[in-house]
């Protein structure tokens, strides 16, 4: 039986997909762990907000033949790298870079592949980070290993990536070219408004680590 055939509405379908939703409970809880900590730590939320999702039996397949991939379970679990996806939109990029760093060095967490369209934006300006991710998941007949996909994006990021989303599946017929510009344009302006708004958060902290430094003299003075 093949996806496509059928395949999507079999039981062994159903509990492969089960499997990916417990990755995401997986990853999902890691990351809430990681942003309460850090609001305790620092006072602050690493993070803005947290969705997931499991990839749709259509998507699965449009992706699956769009690649060329056999129609497999097997197949889907080599070869698709986001049939689990969670998106974490930050305020600060440095947050970013700082959650994934904790969440992957997490010693049950295998990182397979890192996709950084940050510093190394994709043409069209599309801007965030990817990783793939590999996390146990315990059942009843022992420990399987699953992968899922963590996007990481600031809110600027999510912002123009939605937006770019919803013009995608528009028909363009007139000004292709000028559209895709604009939109480019418009990615270099958020990447901009993304570093000043890191370098008023930076100019802040620094002014309270200072402020506080100079509390503490004037106590032991
Ligand atoms: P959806 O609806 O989010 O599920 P690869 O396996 O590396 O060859 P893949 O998987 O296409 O190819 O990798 P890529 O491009 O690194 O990541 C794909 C996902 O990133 C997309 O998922 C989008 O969520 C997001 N993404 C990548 N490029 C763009 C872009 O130009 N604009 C927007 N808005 N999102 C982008 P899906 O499966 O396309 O869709």
């Given amino acids: 039986l093949e996806l496509g055939r059928g395949l999507e509405n079999s039981a062994e379908f159903t509990a492969l997909m089960n499997k990916y ?4 409970m997986e990853v999902e809880t890691k990351l809430n762990v990681l942003n309460a900590e850090f609001s305790l730590n620092y006072d602050r939320n690493p993070f803005e907000s ?8 259509e998507s699965i397949l449009e992706k699956m033949q ?4 056999e129609l497999t379970l097997t197949s889907i679990e080599e070869n698709l790298f986001d049939v689990a996806g969670i998106r974490v939109v930050c305020a600060f990029q440095e947050d970013i870079y700082k959650l994934a760093e904790l969440l992957t060095k ?5 990182l397979l592949r890192t996709k950084d369209y940050i510093k190394h934006p994709k043409d069209n300006g599309y801007r965030s980070l990817h990783l793939i991710l590999e996390v146990p ?18 809110i600027a990021m999510d912002f123009w990536a939605s937006v770019d989303h919803k013009l995608r599946y528009k028909k363009v017929i007139e000004n292709e070219e000028q559209i895709i510009t ?9 990447s901009r408004l993304d570093q000043e708004m890191q370098d008023i958060r930076n100019m802040i902290e620094k ?3 200072e402020s506080s430094v100079h509390r503490e003299d004037q106590k032991s003075g």
Wanted: include cysteine; charge should be positive.
């Fill in 106 to 110: 997490q010693d049950d967490i295998r």
């Fill in 66 to 69: 769009r690649k060329g991939f």
């Fill in 137 to 154: 998941i315990f059942l009843a007949d022992g420990k399987k290993y699953m992968k899922v996909e963590v996007q990481f994006r600031t």
């Fill in 21 to 24: 939703k417990c990755a995401i």
């Fill in 182 to 190: 604009k939109l480019k344009r418009c990615a270099n302006v958020i």
């Fill in 50 to 57: 947290i969705e997931t999702r499991l990839k749709s039996p």
């Fill in 207 to 209: 002014s309270e680590a």
